[in-house]
């Protein structure tokens, strides 16, 4: 077995106290550099590696909070760009903040809306002031700046907020990914000024850097450079998942591990793939995101311990077996995969909200089991058990 290094607990300080956000690192994969950590914040902590469900406009899809508690989800992420523009962030700030308004008593990220200068780029410009674009609602003109951003985050009161940044896309020439990591420096500095500003000498939020620079080694690294200076509590990996193959994300965060603080939560952004959280803890990501448990869910796809499984086969019709035996969510003791595939061939919302479940339940699992490995110093034994069985293509077609 192998033995795990313990290291120190680190807190981020600033003049005058310490910052609501404490990080503890409680043990180190030697051969890897997977972490087992805890996240200390207002609302509670947040043992790591952890999968965060997506809540976009402050719910998440098909879950209501008591659910999202029972399948063990500690943390999870709002949009910043879709609050503002409903119910805008002045109206969930007077509902006493987004922890109140969604009656969620535990932690909460929220993104900046960067995502949206990559997803909303044909409807508008992008320049160093930011980005005007059409609302995708009702096409009113819309500007979206750090400034704004921060202002909105801090109204929405999330323990987590992100600085606004720019996501290549991918492919994209490499001078345009070079100028997305420039801005995003230059944004950034603005992002803690406002920021500072906006929360005042006590704030309750803390802000997490974005690193960018798609998939070019060096301009990752200088991203890195520029942006560690800043002295953020936390440090994400954006502008992955956008379209390159897995080698390109590993080998970015190969080129990042060894560069990214120890003593500070590492996030990578947009990422829910069962092999793709495995691969990033292995490379000694700490937090993850993704709208995919839930997105495959409501289309009738289970992520299970043999790879993904689409329900709504035939094969499945006089199925009575769980939809994972080695599950422990409520779908799972409680449905047989013959049931769910009639839910969904009879247009049952149920068939949505169990799937979403299911798949919310493996991921937030997964999170604690590779957690367990690396305390137990098996974490590389754990990695290869693992990828020898999921299979992507297995059952999706």
């Known amino acids: 077995m192998m033995v795990p290094v313990l290291n120190e607990s680190g807190s981020v300080t600033k003049a005058g106290?310490?910052?609501?956000?404490?990080?503890?690192?409680?043990?180190?994969?030697?051969?890897?550099?997977?972490?087992?950590?805890r996240i200390e914040t207002p609302h509670g902590?947040?043992?790591?590696?952890?999968?965060?469900?997506?809540?976009?406009?402050?719910?998440?899809?098909?879950m209501a909070p008591f659910e999202l508690e029972e399948i063990g989800a500690r943390i999870i992420l709002s949009n910043t760009y879709h609050l503002a523009l409903r119910p805008g962030g002045e109206l969930v700030r007077d509902?006493?903040?987004?922890?109140?308004?969604?009656?969620?008593?535990?932690?909460?990220?929220?993104?900046s809306g960067g995502f949206q200068v990559f997803s909303l780029a044909a409807l508008g410009r992008i320049s160093d002031e930011?980005?005007?674009?059409r609302s995708h609602l009702d096409g009113s003109i819309r500007a979206m700046t750090p400034d704004w951003s921060m202002k909105t985050q801090v109204q929405l009161g999330s323990d987590i907020a992100m600085c606004f940044d720019q996501c290549a896309p991918y492919p994209c020439p490499r001078e345009a990914a070079e100028e997305a990591v420039r801005r995003t420096t230059l944004w950034a500095g603005r992002c803690k000024d406002v920021h500072r500003k906006e929360s005042g000498d006590?704030?309750?939020?803390?802000?997490?850097?974005?690193?960018?620079?798609?998939?070019?080694?060096?301009?990752?690294?200088?991203?890195?450079?520029?942006?560690?200076?800043?002295?953020?509590?936390?440090?994400?990996?954006?502008g992955l998942s956008v379209g390159e193959p897995a080698g390109e994300m590993y080998r970015i965060l190969d080129v990042l591990q060894p560069v990214l603080p120890a003593s500070k939560p590492r996030?990578?952004?947009?990422?829910?793939?069962?092999?793709?959280?495995?691969?990033?803890?292995?490379?000694?990501?700490?937090?993850?995101?993704?709208?995919l448990p839930t997105r495959n869910g409501r289309n009738g796809t289970l992520l299970t311990t043999d790879g993904p499984m689409n329900i709504k086969k035939k094969d499945y019709e006089r199925d009575f077996g769980p939809v994972d035996p080695?599950?422990?969510?409520y779908t799972c003791r409680t449905f047989t995969r013959a049931y769910i595939r009639h839910l969904y061939r009879a247009g049952e919302i149920l068939a949505m909200r169990l799937c979403s479940?299911?798949?919310?339940?493996?991921?937030?699992?997964?999170?604690?089991?590779?957690?367990?490995?690396?305390?137990?110093?098996?974490?590389?034994?754990?990695?290869?058990?693992?990828?020898?069985?999921?299979?992507?293509?297995?059952?999706?077609?």
């Open 17 to 37: 106290g310490t910052l609501p956000l404490r990080f503890t690192v409680d043990a180190v994969c030697q051969a890897t550099g997977a972490r087992a950590g």
């Open 95 to 111: 509902a006493g903040g987004l922890h109140d308004f969604m009656r969620w008593n535990h932690p909460i990220l929220t993104d």
């Open 202 to 238: 006590d704030p309750r939020q803390v802000l997490f850097g974005i690193i960018q620079g798609s998939v070019h080694e060096d301009l990752r690294l200088r991203s890195a450079e520029e942006l560690l200076p800043f002295d953020f509590p936390g440090y994400a990996v954006g």
């Open 326 to 329: 080695e599950c422990d969510c």
């Open 357 to 397: 479940w299911h798949n919310l339940r493996y991921l937030v699992r997964l999170g604690e089991a590779m957690r367990l490995a690396i305390l137990e110093g098996r974490f590389p034994e754990f990695r290869s058990a693992f990828l020898s069985r999921f299979r992507i293509a297995r059952d999706v077609s």
């Open 45 to 62: 902590e947040i043992p790591t590696p952890v999968f965060m469900p997506v809540g976009t406009q402050a719910t998440v899809k098909a």
């Open 267 to 291: 996030y990578l952004m947009g990422v829910g793939r069962p092999d793709n959280l495995v691969e990033g803890v292995a490379r000694g990501i700490d937090m993850f995101d993704c709208v």
């Open 130 to 133: 930011g980005v005007v674009c």
